[in-house]
């Protein structure tokens, strides 16, 4: 995990438009049950309430992991807080909410961010992509 703190060490001219990220679902299950706190560290109360509505929590809380780290991917941050990226359920696409660092970037390069979440069994996985403002 990275910091709290807002920097990256890329200018927009080499920022990545895209941002991917795969993740065993187990090893995710495992760090949680070790380390019941890191939940709230890693995630919001509605992305916690969302996953705890479904049949496998970890396999949504997965997901939204692995678009968190996508969405980190695509602004080129490097020190940021997982909190500062929070993924909203909708009846469609899931939407994404940026704050603190995440946000700061996103403002200074004048993009959104869109996201694609998925999982098996087995993984999760999340791509997601920058828009310019324009």
Same mark, same amino acid.
């Not at 990256?8 to 990545?16: I, N, T, V």
């Not at 979440?117 to 828009?131: N, P």
């Given at each position: ?19 991917? *990220? ?45 678009? @968190?780290?996508?969405?980190? @991917? ?9 909190? *500062? ?5 909708? *009846? ?40 310019? *403002?324009?």
């Amino acid at each position: 995990m990275t910091g709290a703190a807002g920097g990256h060490d890329r200018d927009a001219a080499a920022l990545p438009a895209i941002g991917l *990220d795969l993740l065993e679902i187990a090893r995710l299950e495992r760090a949680l049950e070790r380390r019941p706190r890191l939940a709230h560290r890693l995630f919001s109360d509605g992305e916690l309430a969302y996953a705890a509505s479904r049949a496998r929590p970890g396999q949504h809380l997965a997901a939204r992991f692995c678009a @968190k780290e996508a969405v980190a @991917k695509a602004l080129g941050l490097t020190v940021w807080s997982f909190r *500062d990226v929070e993924v909203i359920s909708t *009846d469609g696409p899931p939407t994404i909410a940026l704050s603190g660092a995440a946000a700061r970037r996103a403002a200074e390069l004048g993009v959104q961010v869109r996201v694609s979440l998925t999982h098996t069994d087995h993984q999760a996985g999340a791509v997601a992509i920058i828009d310019r *403002d324009d």
